[in-house]
C-alpha cells in the first residue's frame, strides 16, 4: 500500500531531514529575537535597515543579511593552527546540538485511522539519558576550537568550557534525577504524558510545579551548558577577546554561532518537555481536542503549544542575558559546587523521601 | 600599645541575606528590564517612542554653535579671500597637517595670498588651534561633521573657500 | 542483514581508532581517536539492544573522563621536542608481540562462538528497569562495594587536594 510507504518516509526520512532545516531556521529568529529583543530592553530600536524590496519586516532580515555575509567573507587560518582539528571543532559543536533535538516530542501521537505518527523523530527508551549523552560530547567543539589555532586567549576559552560544562553537567544531571523519580520514566514522551494529568483536580501536574528546585537547578545549569550570559566565561570577551572562536571567520564561525542557538533551542525544548508540560495544553488533553476537532487539529495545536512554550523559554534566555552582567571565575566554579551540587542533591533526596512520608508507595 | 585586630575584607560588609541568594535580586532586575521592554514595545511604530537612538541619516544630532567641525575660508565682502598666507596657522597646528604656500598679489598694496591652502583631514584632530591664531579671523570652522569621501583626504583651497555660507561680516 | 552491515562498520571503525590512538604523535589526536574508538564501541552497544549501556558510554567515558584529559593535555600542551623520537625499542616490539599473541588467541576462541545461533532477546533486554534490577537484587553486593571504592575515591581526591590552614602562604 502506497499510504505505507508514506507514513514510512515520512517518520524515517522527513521528520530526521526538516528537523534540523527547522532548527536552523529558528536560528535566523534567535537571532532577530536577540537583537531586537536586546535593543527594546536597551532603549534603542536594533537592526531595521536591511530589506529585501523595502520589505523590511521590522528587521527580520538582518539575520539573513548576516549569514550572507559570513558566507562570502574570508576564511582566515593561522599559521600555527592544527588545521585538521581546526576544521573539525565547528562540525563537532554543531552536530551534536542538531542530534539532541532528536528525541525531544513535538507533540502526541497522531493516530489517522490505523497509522500511528509519533510526532518525535526517535522515541527512545532511554530518551533523556541520550540528550545528556550527545550533548556531552558538544564540548569538545568548544576546547578543540580552543586548542586548534594555537592561540593563548583561544587556549583559555576551552579551557574555561571544558572545567565548567564538567562542573554544571553533574549539577544539571542531578537536578533531573528528582523528575524521573516523580514521573518514573525516562522515555521523554511519557513524561510529557504523565504531566497532563491534573494535580488536586486543577493544577497540571507539570514539572516544575511537582519539582520546582529541580527547575530551578536545571535552568542554571543549561544556562552554563549553552555559555548564555551569566555564564559566557568561556568566550568572555572583555577578558579573553572571544575565547574559543576567536581564530575563526567566515562560515567556520557562523557554525560556532549557530551551534549556540540551536543548543539554546535544545535546551529549552527538554526544560519544556521535561518541566512545563512539553506539548501538553493545559486542561486539554489529547482526547478532548481530538474529539472536538479531529486529530490533525489536535496536533497542531499541540505542535504549536510545544513551539510557543519553547520560544517563550528562548525569551528567557535572552531576557536573562540582558539583565544581568557576567560572572567571574571563581563564582561560577563556587556557585556550580557549593551551592547547586548540595542543592541538587539535597532535592533527591527530599524526593525520595517525600512519597514515603505522604504514604503514596 | 593600641592593638589592631585584622579585619578581613569581608567583614562587617557582608550584603544582606536576601541579597546574597541573588535570586530575588534577579528577579528584580529582570522586572526593570521587563519594564523597559513593555514601554517600548507598547510605543513601537508610534512617534513618541521612548527610545534614545536618533536614526542617523534621516535625523540628526543638533549641534551646539561651537562644534568644530569641517573648516571653512572666508571671504571678504568684495569676494576676494581673508586670508594673507602668514602660515601662524601652519605654526599652531599641533598635528602639522595644514600647508600654505604664499604667493604675492600683482597689485603689491593688497600684500599676499594663500596661492595653495591645503588641509589633510585625515590628520586634523579639530582641535581649533588655527581658528584661534588667525589674525585675520579667514579660518573658522563649521558645524559640518560628514567628511567622509573615498577620494578627498586633502581639502584643498577651493574646496575650503566654496563650501558653506558667505561670511556674516 | 542492516544491523550486520553497521557492525562491521563501527567495529572496523572502532579497530582503526584504537590503532591510531596509539599510532597518533600528537596526544590530543591520541584523545581524539580514542573518543571516536568509544562512540564506535557505543555504537556496537546499541546495535546489540544494549541501549543504557551505549549511551552510559558515550556519556561518561566520552562525555566527561575524555574532557578530562583533553583538560590535562591541554594545560601540558606537548611540544613535538618534548615528545621524543619516535624509535624502535625492546620494550616496544616485544609488547607488540604479546598484544599480537592475544589477540590471536582470541579471535581463535571466539571464532568457535561466531556461529553460534542467537536466542531471541528478552524485549526488555538492556533497559533501564532491567538493568537496575539486575543491580540491585542479583548483584547488590558487588554494586555497593563499588559505590563505596568510588566514594572512597572522591574522598581521597578531596583530601589530597585540600589546603591545609596557612598553606602555601
Not at chain 1, 579551557?159 to 524521573?180: H, K, P, T, V
Not at chain 3, 557492525?7 to 584523545?31: C, D, G, Q, W
Not at chain 3, 537496575?132 to 572512597?152: N, W
Request: with cysteine; net charge neutral; hydrophobic share 50%.
Amino acid at each position: 500500500m502506497w499510504i505505507d510507504y508514506l507514513v514510512w518516509t515520512l517518520q524515517n526520512l522527513l521528520f530526521p531531514l526538516v528537523i534540523p532545516v527547522v532548527l536552523l531556521t529558528g536560528v535566523i529568529l534567535a537571532v532577530w529575537v536577540e537583537r531586537r529583543g536586546a535593543a527594546f530592553i536597551q532603549d534603542r530600536v536594533g537592526p531595521n535597515r536591511v530589506h529585501i524590496f523595502g520589505f523590511r519586516n521590522a528587521g527580520l532580515m538582518q539575520p539573513i543579511a548576516d549569514a550572507l555575509k559570513l558566507l562570502v567573507k574570508e576564511e582566515f587560518m593561522p599559521e600555527k593552527a592544527d588545521r585538521f582539528l581546526f576544521f573539525l571543532a565547528p562540525a563537532l559543536s554543531m552536530i551534536p546540538a542538531l542530534l539532541t533535538f532528536m528525541v525531544i516530542p513535538f507533540g502526541d501521537v497522531l493516530v489517522l485511522g490505523k497509522y500511528e505518527i509519533p510526532l518525535q523523530v526517535a522515541d527512545l527508551n532511554v530518551g533523556v539519558l541520550f540528550i545528556f549523552a550527545i550533548a556531552s560530547l558538544g564540548v569538545f567543539g568548544v576546547v578543540l576550537g580552543g586548542w586548534s589555532p594555537d592561540n593563548k586567549y583561544s587556549i583559555l576559552g576551552g579551557l574555561r568550557s571544558s572545567a565548567q560544562m564538567i562542573s554544571y553537567e553533574i549539577s544539571m544531571g542531578l537536578s533531573i534525577i528528582g523528575i524521573l523519580i516523580v514521573f518514573e520514566s525516562v522515555r521523554l514522551n511519557d513524561i510529557v504524558q504523565m504531566q497532563g494529568d491534573l494535580l488536586f483536580g486543577f493544577l497540571p501536574r507539570w514539572g516544575i510545579v511537582v519539582q520546582p528546585v529541580g527547575f530551578l537547578l536545571f535552568f542554571i545549569a543549561a544556562l552554563a551548558e549553552t555559555n548564555r550570559i551569566p555564564f559566557d566565561l568561556p568566550e568572555a570577551e572583555a577578558e579573553i577577546v572571544a575565547g574559543y572562536h576567536l581564530e575563526y571567520s567566515s562560515f567556520k564561525f557562523s557554525m560556532f554561532f549557530m551551534a549556540e542557538y540551536v543548543n539554546m533551542m535544545v535546551a529549552s525544548g527538554f526544560i519544556v518537555s521535561l518541566f512545563l508540560g512539553g506539548w501538553q495544553i493545559p486542561w486539554a488533553p489529547t482526547e478532548m481536542l481530538v474529539e472536538w476537532k479531529g486529530p490533525l487539529v489536535a496536533a497542531a495545536l499541540q505542535v504549536g503549544m510545544f513551539v510557543f512554550k519553547l520560544w517563550f523559554l528562548m525569551w528567557v534566555f535572552v531576557w536573562i542575558r540582558w539583565t544581568l552582567p557576567r560572572f567571574r571565575y571563581d563564582q561560577l566554579m563556587s556557585l556550580g559546587w557549593r551551592v547547586m551540587l548540595p542543592l541538587a542533591l539535597a532535592n533527591i533526596f527530599v524526593t525520595s523521601i517525600v512519597p514515603f512520608v505522604l504514604g503514596v508507595y | 600599645m593600641i592593638k589592631i585586630k585584622p579585619v578581613s575584607p569581608l567583614e562587617g560588609k557582608r550584603y544582606p541575606l536576601r541579597e546574597r541568594v541573588y535570586l530575588i535580586e534577579i528577579l528584580k532586575g529582570m522586572g526593570l528590564t521587563l519594564k523597559h521592554l513593555v514601554r517600548n514595545l507598547a510605543t513601537y511604530p508610534t512617534k513618541n517612542r521612548t527610545v534614545v537612538t536618533i536614526q542617523y541619516p534621516e535625523e540628526k544630532r543638533e549641534y551646539s554653535p561651537r562644534f568644530r567641525g569641517k573648516h571653512r575660508l572666508k571671504k571678504n565682502p568684495d569676494g576676494s579671500m581673508r586670508c594673507v598666507a602668514c602660515k601662524l596657522c601652519v605654526e599652531n597646528c599641533p598635528s602639522h597637517c595644514i600647508f600654505v604656500e604664499p604667493d604675492a598679489y600683482p597689485d603689491p598694496s593688497r600684500g599676499n595670498y594663500p596661492k595653495r591652502y591645503e588641509i589633510d583631514i585625515t590628520r586634523c584632530i579639530f582641535c581649533g588651534f588655527c581658528v584661534e591664531a588667525c589674525p585675520k579671523d579667514a579660518i573658522e570652522m563649521t558645524e559640518v561633521s560628514e567628511m567622509g569621501d573615498s577620494v578627498r583626504a586633502v581639502f584643498d583651497r577651493d574646496f575650503l573657500l566654496a563650501d558653506g555660507k558667505e561670511p556674516a561680516s | 542483514m542492516i544491523q550486520a552491515i553497521f557492525f562491521y562498520v563501527f567495529a572496523a571503525s572502532a579497530v582503526v581508532m584504537a590503532l591510531a590512538v596509539v599510532s597518533a604523535r600528537n596526544p590530543i589526536y591520541s584523545a581524539m581517536a580514542l573518543i571516536g574508538c568509544l562512540l564506535s564501541v557505543a555504537s556496537i552497544f546499541a546495535l546489540q539492544s544494549a541501549h543504557l549501556m551505549a549511551l552510559l558510554q558515550v556519556m561518561v567515558y566520552a562525555g566527561a573522563i575524555m574532557v578530562l584529559i583533553l583538560f590535562v593535555l591541554m594545560l601540558l600542551n606537548l611540544s613535538p621536542q618534548e615528545l621524543g623520537e619516535r624509535r624502535v625499542t625492546v620494550r616496544r616490539v616485544t609488547g607488540a608481540y604479546l598484544i599480537g599473541a592475544i589477540v590471536t588467541l582470541l579471535m581463535v576462541r571466539l571464532t568457535k562462538h561466531l556461529w553460534a545461533p542467537a536466542s531471541a532477546l528478552d524485549p526488555n533486554f538492556g533497559t533501564i528497569e532491567e538493568v537496575g534490577m539486575i543491580l540491585y537484587t542479583k548483584y547488590l553486593l558487588p554494586f555497593e562495594m563499588v559505590s563505596l571504592l568510588l566514594l572512597a575515591a572522591i574522598i581521597g581526591a578531596v583530601v589530597l587536594t585540600r589546603k591545609e590552614k596557612g598553606d602555601g602562604q
